[in-house]
C-alpha cells in the first residue's frame, strides 16, 4: 500500500505527523511525503522543515491520500495543481482521507460533495459551502472519505481506519506501540468541554 | 524562551512533534531543531526527514532542552558529543525534559542520577542501569526534569509542563487549539490495559 501525505507550505506538522506514525506501521506499506515540487516544506510556526521527497506528478496513483491543515490551508483553496492531482487520485485511491482544515481542500477540489466530513472546530460551518455535511464527529466515515476533526484528531482518525484496513489485532499493536493512552491534563480539548474563555482566546491567539 | 529540540538518526516523529506543536504556540517561543550537525534527519521508518536548522555547538544555553525516542536511541548512548551538550545545557536549562526512550539517553548522559523518570512502557527497567528510579506515570516531573512515556505521552507531557510555564490559562488554550479531546478507538494503549496478545504482538513488532 502505497500513502502519498501531501505538505504545502504553512501546514500544521500534527496534523500530518499524527497519522503518518500510524500509518507507517502498518504491515507492506510505504509513506511518501509528497509537494507540488520536492524538497523543504515549512511549517505554519515557521521553524519546522520536512522533505518532501516527491512532487505531486511522481505520484499519480497513490492507494491512500492524505491531506493535513493548518493555517496555510487558505492558500490552497484555489483551483489548481493539486485541485487537480486530489481529483485525479481520489478516482482510484482505496482511501482518501484528511486532518483539521485538510478537508476543506478536499472539499474545495470538489471530491467531497454531497458527503458528510469534519474539520478543526473553527472552520466546521465552512464545509457547507462546498456542498459537504458538517458533522461534529470527531472522525468521519462516508464511502471511501475519512476526515479527522482537529490536529491531534489525526490519530485517532488513523487508527480507526488502520482497523478497516489491517483489522483490529495491528491497529491495536500500534496504538500500544505509540502508547496511545492519553490522559490530557485539562477537560477543554474540544467545543463541547472547554469554557468560554478558553474559547475566545483560542480564537484570538488563532487570528493574530 | 528558547527550546531545542534534539534530532538523531533513527528518531520518532510523533516524540518530537507532539510537544513541537504545544511548545512552539507558547507565548515568546523559539523553538529550534538541533542536531550533531545541521541537516536532514532520517527517522526511524525513513521515510521522513526534518531538517535540523542548527548544530549542537550552535546552541549553547537553550532554557528548554527536549530529547526525544526511537529505535535510533541505541546509536546515542555512548559517551560524546551528545552527551557532553547534555551535560552542559542541563546546567543552565530551566527544563530538561524528553519523551519516550529519549530518557535512557538523558540517563546514560549522566544528567539523571538520582531522579524519577519513565520511557517507553518497553525499556522502563533499563533507566534502574543508570541509577535512575522507573516510574510507570504517564509523565513525570523531578526538580527540572521532565519525561513522559512512549510517543505519545509526549503530548501530555507538553500540554502539563506549558501550564507549568505559561499558566494553565494558556495551556488550556493550546489544547483547545489542537482539538486534544482524544477519543481512541481501543483500550490498549498501555501495559495495563493491553490483553497479552496484543503486548506480544508490539514486541514482535518493535524486535523486527
Given at each position: 500500500m502505497q500513502v502519498a501525505i501531501v505538505l504545502y507550505p504553512g501546514f500544521t506538522s500534527m496534523d500530518v505527523i499524527g497519522p503518518y506514525e500510524v500509518f507507517g506501521r502498518l504491515p507492506d506499506t510505504d509513506v511518501v511525503f509528497v509537494a507540488e515540487r520536492p524538497g523543504l516544506v515549512v511549517n505554519d510556526l515557521r521553524s519546522l522543515s520536512i522533505n518532501?521527497?516527491?512532487?505531486?506528478?511522481?505520484?499519480?496513483?497513490?492507494d491512500m491520500v492524505l491531506i493535513g491543515g493548518g493555517p496555510g490551508q487558505a492558500g490552497q483553496m484555489a483551483d489548481g495543481n493539486l485541485h487537480e492531482w486530489l481529483r485525479t487520485v481520489d478516482r482510484t485511491s482505496a482511501w482518501t482521507t484528511s486532518v483539521c482544515t485538510g478537508s476543506l481542500i478536499l472539499a474545495a477540489a470538489g471530491v467531497l460533495k454531497g458527503r458528510r466530513a469534519t474539520t478543526h472546530w473553527a472552520m466546521?460551518?465552512?464545509?457547507?459551502?462546498?456542498?459537504v455535511t458538517p458533522s461534529k464527529e470527531r472522525v468521519v466515515i462516508d464511502g471511501h472519505y475519512v476526515t479527522g476533526a482537529g490536529v491531534s484528531a489525526g490519530i485517532d482518525m488513523a487508527l480507526t481506519l488502520a482497523g478497516l484496513i489491517a483489522g483490529d489485532d495491528m491497529a491495536q499493536t500500534v496504538q500500544l506501540i505509540i502508547e496511545y493512552a492519553p490522559q490530557p491534563p485539562?477537560?477543554?480539548?474540544s467545543l463541547d468541554t472547554a469554557p468560554p474563555e478558553v474559547v475566545e482566546n483560542a480564537w484570538r491567539v488563532m487570528s493574530a
Open positions: 518532501a521527497v516527491a512532487g505531486l506528478a511522481d505520484v499519480p496513483s497513490p466546521l460551518e465552512n464545509l457547507a459551502e462546498f456542498g485539562y477537560h477543554v480539548g
